[in-house]
Structure formats: structure tokens, C-alpha cells
């Protein structure tokens, strides 16, 4: 029987696992409405319908929100690989991490990492700021459009003819709203919208980069980098850069 000299590193934790394919989900399902959202006047969907759209893609954005913040935590708790120190490209170790990476370029030698390499570093925070602008952004739209969390009420009582009309304020009805308060609320909420459309395309942009990395990386080392987002382990024949 043939030996094999390949050996299994833990590397990604059960909250990272977690934290990854809940967003894949999400986002997917974000992607979808927010894209059937995008055309709807072509697809001639009628205000009820628009509204029960985007109060789903409003549900999934705060399973979307709440998991990236969960996440944010668990980058103070997690495993080493877990933490900010070993995803942001920032401190003493990237710094290391990086020069190794370099002079493994100039000799023609692959250095292996467990966990991100430097420039899987800045994809993640990349990917990581994007999705901080679009959840922010979305909580916004969420408030001005619908009036739902996490400022729907106050905005609501921003575009009310006055206290009293507060609970006749409806999406898409014009009872009890003030219109030049109306108008405001929608000026305000318009750069919102911009960057929300914006962040969309960005961050399909770097979805598309992270998958190509992820494809090219996997045929090139044969390590198990998809799987590892399974298994939470990653295989090699000789010791990691950052293994203990
Ligand atoms: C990865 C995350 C997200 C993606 C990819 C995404 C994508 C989109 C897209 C493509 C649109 C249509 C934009 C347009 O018509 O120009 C949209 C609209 C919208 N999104 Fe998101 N979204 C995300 C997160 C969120 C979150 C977290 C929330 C709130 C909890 C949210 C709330 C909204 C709302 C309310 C609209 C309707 C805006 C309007 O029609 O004026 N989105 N989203």
C-alpha cells in the first residue's frame, strides 16, 4: 500500500465554519431578491409585491447582519486562525508572514500557509468592509422604506403631519405623511441607496476574485482549502509557515 506523507492541520474552528456558510447563504439569497429588486420595473412587480420582496430581503439582511457581527465577535474568541491578528494584514506577524511569502517568490520556493496568506489577507478585509457597507446601508433602507429596524420608528415619526399621524404612516401610502418632511427623509436616505447599489457590485466583484483564488490555489497545492471550510482541516506534506 502506497504511504502517504501528507499530514491534517486544524485550522478553521466550528464558529468560522458556521459564520462562512451562513453568509454564503445570505448573500445568495440577498443576491437573488436584491437582483428580482433591481429589475422589478421590467419584470412589472406591483407595489405589493415590491414590498413583500423586500421585506424578505430585509429578513435575510438581518440574519446576514447579525451573523457578521457574530463573527466579529468570534474574532476575540475563536481559535488562533479565528482571531483579527490572523486575518487582517495589518501587525508583526502579517509582517512576517509577508517577507516569508516574498522571499519564497524570489527563490522560486512555495511557502504554505494553514492559515490565510498575506494576500488572502487583504481579500478578506476587503470582502469584510464591504459587507460592513452593505449591511449599514441596508439597515438604513430598511428604516426609510419600510420603516422596519432599526430606525424604522423614528423615521416614521420624521415624515408623520404630526404626532398623531405617526401610527397612519405606511410604505408606499401618503396618509398622515407630511410631504416636504417626506421629501427630506428621502433625500437624505437617496446617498444610501447609491452606495448600496455600488457595494453590490463591489462585493460580487470580490466574490468572483475569491472563488478564482480559491480554484486556482486548490489545483496549484492540492491542500484541501474548500474541504477545510468543511472539515475545518487542511493537508500538507511539509509543515505550514504558521503551524505550530
Ligand atoms: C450582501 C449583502 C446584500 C446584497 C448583495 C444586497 C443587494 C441588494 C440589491 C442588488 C438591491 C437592489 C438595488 C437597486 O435597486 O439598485 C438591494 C436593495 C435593498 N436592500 Fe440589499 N443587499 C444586501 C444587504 C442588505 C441588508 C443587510 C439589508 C437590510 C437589512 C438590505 C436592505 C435592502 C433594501 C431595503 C433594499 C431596497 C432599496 C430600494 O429599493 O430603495 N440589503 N439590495
Redesign the pocket.
Known sequence: MAQSNLKAYPVWDGGVRLFHWVNVLT?IG??AI??V??FSKDLGITDEGKILL?AA??WV??V??VNLLARFVWAFLGNRFARWKAILPFGKVYKAQFQAYLQGRKIGRDVHFLGHNPLGRWSVLLMFLL?IG??IT??V??ST??YMAPFGSQMKAWVAEDEAAIAMVQPYQKQGVDPIAYQEMRDFRKPF?TL??YF?YL?MFSIVLHISAVIVEEKRRRNGLTSAMITGEKVFKEKPFDAD
Request: charged share 10%; no cysteine; hydrophobic share 55%.
Open positions: 448573500i440577498l443576491l436584491g437582483l429588486l433591481m423586500k430581503h430585509i439582511g438581518y446576514f447582519v459587507m452593505q449591511g441596508g439597515l433602507l430598511a422604506d419600510l441607496r448600496h447599489t453590490f462585493l
